[in-house]
């Protein structure tokens, strides 16, 4: 069978399941691919609903509080496990109402399961024994905006002591620095921040 046969074959529901899920798991493979040369940042959105997870506290990876679900790596889990779970159950004959509850219900799941491993991920990067003064003439890269003039903390990444390590960051510039600038860190500030200047 031709894969035009086969797929005028299928139902309409399960069409628009496959039509969800292919996408979507292309995208999370490449995403996946990205993550492991570096390039692991999801989109910062204005209003935060997108935060990345790294805009948590660390100290307690069991609050479910303090999960950002809602991330880009989040919404593209969600609709992996929602499509494919709903081609499995509409395959085998269940009630459309049905697959979609069980296919929403399992994306939902799966976008707590990324939140909380992730969070769990970057709790076990968060090396307390870290000296943040090592990190002086580092260069980096700006994960969340650091407001101009110390008036607010940012976030950056760096390699610290020989791992890739978040940081809170404050600048002495007059003007922000946004998200995926490179930064130099050019001093500490207390015991958990790093003064930072444009590279």
Known sequence: MSIGAWWNALGLAVQIFYCIAIPATLVLVIQTVLMFFGFDDDVEMEDGLFDDLSDTDLNDVADLESLHIFTLRGIIAFFV???WVGVVMQSAGIHLAVTLLVA????????FLIAYLFKAMLNLKSDGTA????????????????????????????MLQGSYV???AVTDENTSIPTGCEIIVVG????????????
């Open 81 to 83: 496990v929602f499509g």
């Open 104 to 111: 929403f219900l399992s994306g939902l799941a799966m976008m």
């Open 131 to 158: 000296d943040n003064r090592n990190a002086l003439g580092t260069s980096g890269r700006v994960h969340l905006t650091i407001p101009a003039s110390r008036n607010g903390e940012g976030k950056v990444h760096i």
């Open 166 to 168: 978040e940081r809170n």
């Open 188 to 199: 500490t500030s207390g015991q958990t921040d790093l003064v930072v200047k444009r590279k």
